[in-house]
């Protein structure tokens, strides 16, 4: 696999980061307005993204935030790769989408699906015939049971549990903690256990 270059110089990226290099692969550079000529694991950051320069490196937009992480995908120009931490457990029956980072500890089983630019976080669960789409962020510990579908954008907080066969719509919030045993709506930000709803999220 060739050079990566990063979006982001926060501290997502620099566990992002941390894998990257772990794993053996070369992160020749990173971009982020905020540490402009600062240096991280022996890694250089620039500025605004430049698409003109390392063009022959894959990217990862390493931004927690989803909607953010989203934005700046679509101004990348630069192939996509994924990040896979090598402590994460990722059967080789399951599907990871471009842009999207395992990180450590993780663990995913067969049959399950996940999107474009999705963060499975620290520690985090992934059991059997889950489909994750496009930009969702699985907290650390969050843990999926089987049969589980995620929406695009949604976050699932920190040790979050979500019983089997659930669907969650796009853009939730699901808050640390929570526990999900029934289906919830698209926008919704959800609390507690069992979880319930305490307000919608603004469509962007």
Not at 137 to 144: D, K, Q
Not at 158 to 179: E, F, L, M, Y
Request: hydrophobic share 40%; proline share 3%.
């Amino acid at each position: 696999m060739g050079n990566v270059i990063l979006i982001g110089a926060g501290e997502h990226a620099r566990v992002v980061l941390d894998s990257l290099q772990a794993a053996g692969r070369s992160v020749i550079a990173m971009f982020d307005p905020k540490y402009d000529g600062q240096n991280f694991m022996n890694t250089a950051v620039h500025g605004t993204y430049r698409h003109d320069l390392h063009t022959r490196s894959e990217a990862i937009v390493a931004i927690g935030a989803n909607d953010v992480r989203q934005r700046l995908s679509r101004e990348v120009r630069h192939s996509f790769t994924t990040s896979v931490d090598k402590t994460a457990s990722v059967s080789k029956y399951s599907t990871i989408g471009r842009g999207s980072m395992v990180l450590h500890g993780v663990i995913i089983q067969q049959g399950s699906v996940l999107g474009q630019h999705v963060i499975v976080n620290t520690a985090a669960h992934i059991d059997h015939d889950c489909e994750i789409s496009d930009f969702v962020h699985i907290a650390p510990g969050a843990s999926l049971c089987g049969r589980i579908s995620v929406g695009e954008g949604t976050l699932l907080g920190a040790g979050s549990i979500v019983i089997p066969g659930i669907k969650i719509g796009q853009w939730c919030t699901i808050g640390a903690g929570s526990v999900i045993t029934r289906d919830i709506p698209d926008y919704a930000v959800v609390v507690g256990n069992p979880g319930r709803v305490i307000r919608y999220n603004k469509p962007s």
